[in-house]
Every structure is written in structure tokens, then in C-alpha cells.
T-cell receptor, first 112, second 112 residues
Framework: QQQVKQSPQSLIVQKGGISIINCAYE??????FPWYQQFPGKGPALLIA?????SEKKEGRFTISFNKSAKQFSLHIMDSQPGDSATYFC???????????FGSGTQLTVLP | NAGVTQTPKFRVLKTGQSMTLLCAQD?????MYWYRQDPGMGLRLIHY???????AKGEVPDGYNVSRLKKQNFLLGLESAAPSQTSVYFC???????????FGPGTRLTVT
């Protein structure tokens, strides 16, 4: 049972374009929604995160949009660069140890 | 600071063999986690620990055991390896006051 559904599975964008990755969740107990970036052969690293009481958060070229009523959130990468090529995971946190439930990942390729 | 380190980086096991994966962190984090990453499935939580001497089951605990005898170390054991346990294993840690998890570089395990 996948509690966090992520799409698309893969995404190809031209340099300078906008990359958009979407996630949907079911468990209303989730209270923190991070996005992790992973390069080949490396562990995931936190990119940006949002709490459910905020509808949007922006850090540089990266923006999270959050729709609590629809139980959806998305990552927007503006002015995408070849260096952004990586796998992106959305996640949601709940529980006393802030356990994370991850989406299935999106492999982003930004063409030069 | 080395952050989160994992030993070994690669391992090949035969079905039925046992092994222990070691995770170490030097950030004085209270919480530690073990995940497995499989293609198309994101990362799934195996076990986690909120402190020395305490462990709890995650989403996919069957076939694994863990121990946290020291705050800085979290061990993941496979008593009788099965081909279904072929995966990349990631350890992560976090402060009890933070949602951010810091990941290690991973261990690629193949069970034949």
C-alpha cells in the first residue's frame, strides 16, 4: 500500500525550462512534507520541505506548492539546469520518530 | 565531521548467509533509521531507533534485526539472507528536535 504516490516516473526538460513533479498522499496524520534529491551513487539529501499550514515555500529556483484539501503537493524547479539532473523523492512524515514515507521517485534529466 | 558513514559499501552474499551492516554518525543525533531502496519503490523504512537501547519496526521489518548499543551506531542484521533482500540500504539520522534526516552513502547488497 503506497501512501505517497509520485508522478511522473521520469521527466526530460530542456535547459531553462520548468520541471514539475507531483505527489499525492492519503494519511491526514502526515505533518511535514520534504523533497529529497539523490545523485547516482549517493544518499538522498534534503532539498526543500513544507509544513501543511503553508501553501507555498520557495528557496531559490525550487518551490513547493501544497494543497491540503486535495492532499497533494508538488515541486517546481524553475530555470532547470543540467546539474539538476537527479532523482527526486517526495516524502511525508508522521509518528513520534518523524518516520518518513517516500514516493517512488522521479528521474529528472535536463538537456543542455 | 564525517556525517553518516556506512560499512561496507558493497557486499555479495549467498542465500542463507548472515551479515551485519554498520551505520555510524558523529553528529550526536538521537534518531537513526534504516531504509532499503528498490527500483520504482522509493525508500522504505525497515527499522528505526529513538535512542540508545531502543528500536522499533518500520514498514518492511521482516527478515531484519537491529541493535543500537551506542548512540552513534545503528546495526542492521540479516540472519539468513534471501534474494528478495537484494537492495541498496541507506542509514539516516536526525536530531530529536528536527525533521531533517541525514543519509549515508548506502550499501549495495546482492544476494545470490
Amino acid at each position: 500500500q503506497q501512501q505517497v504516490k509520485q508522478s511522473p516516473q521520469s521527466l526530460i526538460v530542456q535547459k531553462g525550462g520548468i520541471s514539475i513533479i507531483n505527489c499525492a498522499y492519503e494519511n491526514t496524520a502526515f505533518d511535514y512534507f520534504p523533497w529529497y534529491q539523490q545523485f547516482p551513487g549517493k544518499g538522498p539529501a534534503l532539498l526543500i520541505a513544507i509544513r501543511p499550514d503553508v501553501s507555498e515555500k520557495k528557496e531559490g529556483r525550487f518551490t513547493i506548492s501544497f494543497n491540503k484539501s486535495a492532499k497533494q503537493f508538488s515541486l517546481h524547479i524553475m530555470d532547470s539546469q543540467p546539474g539538476d539532473s537527479a532523482t527526486y523523492f517526495c516524502a511525508a512524515s508522521t509518528g513520534s520518530a518523524r518516520q518518513l514515507t517516500f514516493g517512488s521517485g522521479t528521474q529528472l534529466t535536463v538537456l543542455p | 565531521n564525517a556525517g553518516v558513514t556506512q560499512t561496507p559499501k558493497f557486499r555479495v552474499l549467498k542465500t542463507g548467509q548472515s551479515m551485519t551492516l554498520l551505520c555510524a554518525q558523529d553528529m550526536n543525533h538521537e534518531y537513526m533509521y534504516w531504509y532499503r531502496q528498490d527500483p520504482g519503490m522509493g525508500l522504505r523504512l525497515i527499522h528505526y531507533s529513538v535512542g540508545e537501547g531502543t528500536t522499533a519496526k518500520g514498514e518492511v521489518p521482516d527478515g531484519y534485526n537491529v541493535s543500537r548499543l551506542k548512540k552513534q551506531n545503528f546495526l542492521l542484521g540479516l540472519e539468513s539472507a534471501a534474494p528478495s533482500q537484494t537492495s541498496v540500504y541507506f542509514c539516516a539520522s536526525s536530531l530529536s528536535t528536527s525533521y531533517e534526516q541525514y543519509f549515508g552513502p548506502g550499501t549495495r547488497l546482492t544476494v545470490t
